[in-house]
């Protein structure tokens, strides 16, 4: 099987829509039968607190629902100490620069936003 990683930086915000970019190319490869990991680092860890992102309804619903496809996510531990949260959904876990180096060592294909 193929595993793909996605590497998100980005915050949901509807003059950038990387955040929703990188959501739909997840779906996209999960409906393809890939293996999708999902590592959020920097802003992209705010994903995790959209409902409170004006313009970010429709993406953090497609990325619940991923989660439930089997979307794997792990998030950097420093940002997400940055960015204030410490209480994460059911399916994603913490992670850290050692892990996303596991993941890009393993990923067949990689995207960046």
Not at 17 to 23: M, Q, S
Not at 61 to 90: N, T, Y
């Amino acid at each position: 099987m193929i595993t793909a990683l996605i590497v998100l930086h980005s915050s949901i915000a509807e003059e950038n829509p990387r955040a929703d970019t990188a959501i739909r190319l997840a779906g996209a490869m999960l409906a393809e039968d890939k293996a999708v990991r999902l590592f959020l680092v920097g802003d992209g860890v705010t994903l995790l607190g959209a409902d409170n992102l004006a313009g970010g309804a429709a993406t953090l619903g497609l990325f619940r629902e991923l989660l439930d496809l089997g979307l794997e996510v792990q998030c950097c531990g420093s940002s997400l100490k940055r960015h204030g949260i410490s209480v994460l959904p059911a399916g994603v876990q913490s992670g850290s620069m050692k892990s996303l180096s596991a993941w890009i060592s393993a990923a067949n294909e990689l995207a960046y936003f």
